[in-house]
């Protein structure tokens, strides 16, 4: 497992493509509020007693918000019963995993495996990690099977040269292929580039970011939906157990 170290690039400023926080102004102003504190509001829903929910990131870190029914107050925390159970808690995991799916889902992230694959396995990849091309081979017979679709967030953090070989692989032609190329070939294949497009730039930079956001320091960081739809994350090569989980959606 490698770690996030002092090579990175600067993260931006700026949330990734894709899912973005809500416009402050068009929030009610408690949570505008919270909003302008570091909160990102990622999606609403209903909740009991008139209430209005916020699924919300703080710190990184899911954060669920309450909106009174005057849409005076914000209340952060947990919904509790009369039995002290706390309200829809597998809803709440499901709703905080598909704002941060969605994130994933437009992230700039390479293909490996067939499109129209039931499933995809999100993992955040150093082309200089050695745990991340094990991952790549460990995952092969799904992969080759067309039930998985591995989708590559590229990340260079590892190495000096990582941010260039990372900008190479996305700025490639043919992505799929180059990462392939570059898998298949001990040590690595592909040459980092020295002037990368902006574009490419671009991309890895809002990589780190999203790498950041969701909490992933070292690599291979893998996320996958469970069979109750929850998010979940792990963290370096997986064992044969635990691929098996990932795979099929354990």
Same mark, same amino acid.
Request: neutral net charge; contains cysteine.
């Given at each position: 497992?490698?770690?996030l170290?002092?090579?990175?690039?600067?993260?931006?400023?700026?949330?990734p493509?894709?899912?973005?926080?809500?416009?402050?102004?068009?929030?009610?102003?408690?949570?505008?509020?919270?909003?302008?504190?570091g909160?990102?509001?990622?999606?609403?829903f209903?909740?009991?007693?008139?209430?209005?929910?916020?699924?919300?990131?703080y710190?990184?870190?899911?954060?669920?918000?309450y909106?009174t029914p005057?849409?005076?107050?914000?209340?952060?925390?947990a919904?509790?019963?009369?039995?002290?159970?706390?309200?829809?808690?597998?809803?709440?995991?499901?709703?905080? $995993?598909?704002?941060? +799916? =969605?994130?994933?889902?437009?992230?700039?992230?390479i !293909? @490996?495996?067939?499109? /129209? *694959?039931?499933?995809?396995?999100?993992?955040?990849?150093?082309p200089?990690?050695p745990?991340?091309?094990?991952?790549?081979?460990?995952a092969?017979?799904?992969?080759?099977? $067309?039930?998985?679709? +591995? =989708?590559?967030?590229?990340?260079?953090?590892l190495? !000096? @040269?990582?941010?260039? /070989? *990372?900008?190479?692989?996305?700025?490639?032609?043919?992505?799929?292929?180059?990462?392939?190329?570059?898998?298949?070939?001990?040590?690595g294949?592909i040459?980092p580039?020295?002037r990368?497009?902006?574009?490419?730039?671009?991309?890895?930079?809002?990589?780190?970011?999203?790498?950041?956001?969701?909490?992933?320091?070292?690599?291979?960081a893998?996320?996958?939906l469970?069979?109750?739809?929850?998010?979940?994350?792990?963290?370096?090569?997986p064992?044969?157990?635990?691929?098996?989980?990932?795979?099929?959606?354990?």
């Open positions: 497992m490698n770690s170290g002092k090579r990175c690039l600067p993260w931006l400023l700026a949330l493509c894709g899912l973005q926080a809500a416009p402050a102004a068009s929030l009610p102003a408690p949570i505008q509020a919270l909003a302008q504190q909160y990102e509001i990622l999606d609403s209903e909740a009991p007693g008139g209430l209005t929910g916020y699924a919300a990131l710190l990184s870190r899911p954060q669920t918000v909106l005057d849409g005076q107050h914000a209340i952060a925390g919904i509790t019963d009369a039995r002290g159970d706390k309200w829809n808690q597998a809803g709440l995991d499901r709703q905080f $995993g598909a704002a941060m +799916l =969605r994130q994933l889902e437009n992230s700039a992230w !293909a @490996d495996g067939d499109a /129209k *694959a039931p499933r995809a396995v999100y993992v955040f990849t150093d200089n990690c745990y991340c091309s094990q991952f790549w081979r460990d092969r017979p799904w992969v080759d099977a $067309g039930k998985v679709q +591995l =989708r590559h967030i590229l990340v260079g953090i190495e !000096a @040269d990582s941010p260039g /070989k *990372a900008m190479a692989l996305l700025a490639d032609a043919d992505p799929e292929a180059a990462l392939a190329r570059h898998e298949r070939q001990p040590g294949g040459q580039l020295a990368p497009p902006r574009a490419a730039a671009d991309k890895l930079a809002a990589n780190h970011q999203l790498m950041e956001r969701f909490g992933a320091f070292s690599t291979p893998i996320f996958y469970d069979a109750t739809g929850a998010l979940r994350k792990a963290q370096g090569a064992s044969p157990a635990s691929l098996a989980k990932i795979m099929n959606g354990e």
